[in-house]
């Protein structure tokens, strides 16, 4: 596309969180024009340095405000909506920015014209799960598939990379506390790498195979969560012994944590990790579009570096 007189228009909602600096990034190197619409555009400015000289340009667009909505897709000839949370500050926000503002994005973007919409739900989305997280994710894909039946849907698993708020967090754990709690050892998850995920939204917004449909995406290895919090202690050098917590103790913390800021754990999440976040069997996957997922083994130890006694040591294998 470079050399071109017309450059193509890209519409990023939540552009400057986890995965969408990865999909900010990719899109300026397809020499697009991207708008990454937040509802804080002062913090979105540290990804202008990602592109030329007026080529990423941060605006005030929350997806609950269908007027800001309107002014952000006009003209644009992709939108991608990465907005989502994982605990609601008060009640009513997984309705209000899963569902609803699911929906006014969809919605906004087909009356504009837009090319290709693709939106980035989670795996676990369904209208009959239990936890409110899930079920206003299923009923924003279907809000979706409503009102731009082409859009592209992307279900990831848990997300790694530098930036994450998982391996970053437990490890975190690892090294202050003398015990590594386990909730819900069981449950199972794909970890998917970031950088796959962008590259996933940007295959879905190039293929001509790819609208209407859902990709699950996750990684090339299914995992326990215990599985995973013995590979951080590994990998950190972190000799903790794994305690499993009483489930009513956990629902008890789950329920006070709730009046926190940002809650570690929800009575919500609880929920959810009562469900396998893995790829459904025959859902099509990154290998449909294209792509070869990396591995957690193969990024994650780069970035829990910093964890470990003395920085760079050998780690020490974590008691079981």
């Known amino acids: 596309m470079r050399g071109s ?7 990023v909602f939540g552009g400057s969180g986890f995965i969408g600096r990865y999909v900010v990034q990719r899109l300026a190197n397809m020499d697009y024009v991207v708008r990454v619409a937040v509802t804080d555009p002062n913090g979105a400015r540290f990804l202008q340095t990602q592109g030329r000289v007026g080529q990423i ?5 929350g997806v609950d405000d269908a007027g800001a909505v309107a002014r952000a897709v006009a003209g644009a000839d992709l939108v991608v909506n990465l907005v989502g949370i994982l605990a609601e500050r008060k009640p009513g926000d997984f309705q209000r920015i899963h569902r609803e503002g699911a929906a006014t994005v969809a919605r906004v973007s087909a ?11 989670a795996i676990g989305a369904d209208p009959d799960s239990p936890s409110r997280y899930g079920k206003t994710k299923g009923e924003g894909e279907a809000a979706v598939r409503a009102a731009f039946p082409q859009a592209v849907i992307l279900r990831p698993s848990i997300v790694f990379g530098p930036e994450d708020q998982f391996f970053n967090r437990f490890a975190g754990m690892a ?3 003398p015990v590594m709690p386990v909730v819900e050892g069981d449950a199972r998850f ?4 970031v950088g796959d995920v962008a590259d996933a939204v940007v295959a879905a917004a190039t293929r001509d195979d790819a609208p209407g449909k859902t990709f699950e995406l996750g990684g090339p290895k299914v995992w326990s969560f215990r599985d995973l919090l013995r590979f951080i202690l590994d990998t950190t050098g972190h000799r ?3 305690l499993d917590m009483p489930a009513g103790l956990v629902r008890l913390q789950a329920q006070l944590s709730e009046f926190l800021p940002k809650p570690p754990l929800t009575r919500d999440q609880l929920l959810m990790l009562q469900r396998d976040n893995v790829v ?3 859902a099509a996957g990154l290998a449909a579009l294209g792509l070869t997922p990396k591995s957690v083994e193969a990024v994650v130890p780069g970035y829990l570096l910093r964890f470990r006694p003395g920085g760079g040591r050998r780690p020490v294998p ?3």
Not at 111 to 121: D, P
Not at 190 to 193: D, F, K, L, W
């Open 175 to 177: 090294r202050l506390l």
């Open 5 to 11: 007189t017309v450059r193509k228009v890209a519409t």
């Open 111 to 121: 009356a504009a014209g837009v090319e290709r919409l693709v939106h980035v739900s």
């Open 190 to 193: 794909q970890p998917v790498y």
């Open 240 to 242: 903790r012994r794994m």
């Open 57 to 61: 340009v941060p605006l005030a667009a």
């Open 280 to 282: 459904a069997q025959g």
């Open 318 to 320: 974590a008691d079981r």
